[in-house]
């Protein structure tokens, strides 16, 4: 099994990253331009296979979108750069609430975490996600 996931990575890394994907990356991860060509390719790589192996939901009445998306596993995945990574693999979903929504009930923090939880998510055409947000993992 690991030998097909392996390779199931190795594909989605593969694939071309859409244009309007690479667009909100450079948008809304400043720090994406600092980094070398081979770090680019490998964080674009990385969302490709956090995206497909993370669930997202959006709490609150947060409609989710690829900016939401693309933005959060970019974030997610600089964290992984230049390190053999298993993808954050007691993660499986993230909740993304709207600004000025805190979560309900209060999240117990456990020491093998499944879901992170974005607060106060800075996102609309004015803001960057680099701006302070909360951010709780139980």
């Not at 593969?14 to 909100?24: E, G, N, R």
């Amino acid at each position: 099994m690991f030998g097909l996931m392996k390779q199931r990575r190795r594909r989605l890394r593969a694939q071309p990253f859409p244009k309007d994907w690479l667009a909100t990356v450079e948008s809304n991860v400043p720090f994406f331009r600092r980094l070398s060509a081979s770090g680019q390719a490998e964080l674009l790589g990385n969302i490709q296979v956090f995206l497909a192996e993370k669930r997202f939901e959006g709490c609150g009445g947060l409609e989710l979108t690829d900016e939401i998306r693309v933005t959060i596993a970019a974030q997610a995945c600089l964290l992984l750069l230049h390190r053999k990574t298993d993808y954050f693999p007691r993660l499986l979903t993230i909740l993304v609430y709207p600004s000025g929504t805190p979560p309900n009930p209060a999240p117990v923090i456990l020491p093998m975490a499944r879901t992170l939880s974005f607060t106060n998510l800075p996102i609309n055409s004015t803001t960057k996600i680099m701006q302070p947000m909360e951010c709780q993992v139980w």
